[in-house]
Structures are given as C-alpha cells and as structure tokens.
C-alpha cells in the first residue's frame, strides 16, 4: 500500500516543511563529524506502526542513520518496550526526529484504535473498516494503519465504488433511477453500493441487485430485520453510532461490515518518543 516513491515524495515534503531554511538549533549545536545513539521506546500499550516510514525519514537526512528494530507493522507493543535502536550522525537524528515521531505516533495510534474496535467486535464475523473522514493528504498512510491494526479498508477514494448516499437519492428522486443511471455509465469492475436508512429503502435496493446495501444509524432491530431481508443477496454493512459501547452489539446482528469514521478521526496518537544516551 505504501510504495517507496510515495512515501519519500511525501517525506520530503514534510521535512521541508519542518526544517524550512535550516536547523538553527542543530546546526550550531553539533559538528559534522559528531554521532548520536538513541532509542525508540513507546509509553503505553498498543500497535506498532509505522515502520518504514520512521526510517525513511533518517535515510533521506543521511544513509549513514543506522536503525535496528524489534517490532514489525502490526506487533503488539507494552508500555517501556524498546522498538527500536538509532545511531549515526547526530545532526541529522536530531533533525528528522521530529517527523519521523509525528508519523509514527499517528500510524501507530490509529492501528491501536481500530484494534481496539476490532478486538470488541469478538467472535462475531463482522469486519471494521474505515472512511473517508481521513486527514487530506494522509490517506494512504492512515488506511494502511488500519489495515496493520486488524481492520478492513473501505473505498480510498471517489473512483473506486459508486456509492449512492441520502443527497444523490435525493438529487436523483429515487434508489432505483440513481441506480439506472449509473449502470448507464460506470465501469463493469465498479460495484455499486446504496445508503439506506429504512427498511423499505433496503426493499428498493435489493430490487435494483446492487452490490453493497449500507444500513445508516438504523436501530438494532431494524438491522437484524435487514439482514434477513437482504439473506445474502448484498453485502451488509451498517454505520452510525458506531462506538467500542455499540460495537459488538451491532456485529450481532449478523451484518458483514462495520464502518466507522472513530477509529481513524478520533484516533489519539501513541506516546512513543526517541531517547538518546
């Protein structure tokens, strides 16, 4: 998910953003030829992630930054682990420090949220997936983050599924003549999926046999309702109010995936910090 052109292109520009003209503090606080040890330790429980990304930002400063880690994308982690081993040029550590924290306690946070969510779902077979509701420009990394945490991912953007919502219901006058309209002109490998907020709504859908019927902020009677309903024929997803509270209850119900905005929107960032010795 994460290509390395991508990565460094977007590296680049967050450490021009972070250094702009120079380092005023490092530059005149250390020599070219001085070095530095550190560690990457973590100050709670959660996800690791991140990995790449952490490095990436030391190679581009300098390739003589050696890293050794301990943990991988999707490890575990406990509050006072070592992840990892830094040593190199001081200047350049403590240059990229920075932004190379800022990626990782984002990363690694959401992983850990959706973990949490993924975890409280429990022996249902319900998936969590993510949303749309992502930082702009971060979405690649905050979607593989939930991938790393044990979630499902959702459409990345606009061209991958067609998704008719309660406004292009409404722009169209129905389920069925937004459905016609688009089969009109979508791609034969684009499937397309219906919001629904009513259980006759979900009746119109399976009328049309569109791929994914989306149940919204329905009650948990009237989703165990539309699944029956449904029987197989779309895939169920249910979304709004969803929370760690409603979450398995919610799996209950039989539906296939869960969508929620939290695990990425409201994730906090994981307390991991570099020390140096």
């Known amino acids: 998910m994460l290509d390395k052109f991508f990565i460094e292109d977007h590296i680049k520009n967050a450490l021009q953003e972070d250094i702009g003209f120079g380092d005023i503090t490092t530059d005149y606080l250390t020599d070219e030829n001085d070095k530095l040890e550190c560690s ?16 990436s930002v030391f190679k581009i400063l300098s390739l003589d930054v050696e890293i050794k880690f301990y943990f991988n994308d999707g490890d575990e982690i406990k509050k006072g682990d070592k992840i990892a081993d830094i040593k190199g040029p001081a200047r350049y550590i403590l240059m990229g420090e920075r932004t190379a924290l800022n990626y990782v306690q984002r990363m690694s946070g959401i992983a850990t ?45 606009l061209s991958d599924c067609a998704m008719i919502k309660d406004n292009h219901i409404k722009y169209a006058g129905s389920i069925t003549k937004a459905v016609e309209k688009l089969r009109k002109h979508i791609s034969h490998a684009h499937k397309i999926e219906v919001e629904c907020d009513t259980l006759n709504q979900v009746r119109e859908a399976l009328g049309c046999n569109v791929d994914i019927i989306m149940l919204d902020n329905m009650s948990i009677e009237d989703m165990r309702e539309a699944v029956k309903l449904i029987n197989h024929k779309a895939v169920v997803e249910a979304s709004g109010n969803v929370n760690l509270n409603t979450v398995n209850e919610i799996a ?20 991991l910090g570099l020390d140096c010795r």
């Open 40 to 55: 990457l330790n973590t100050r709670n429980d959660g996800v690791f992630c991140g990995k790449s990304v952490f490095e």
């Open 113 to 157: 949220e959706t973990n949490k969510y993924q975890k409280a779902i429990g022996a249902h077979l319900a998936k969590i997936v993510d949303t749309r509701k992502t930082t702009p420009g971060f979405r690649a990394f905050e979607k593989y983050s939930v991938k790393m945490g044990g979630g499902t991912l959702h459409r990345f953007n």
């Open 252 to 271: 209950s119900t039989g539906v296939d995936i869960i969508s929620s905005s939290a695990i990425v929107a409201k994730a906090p960032t994981l307390d």
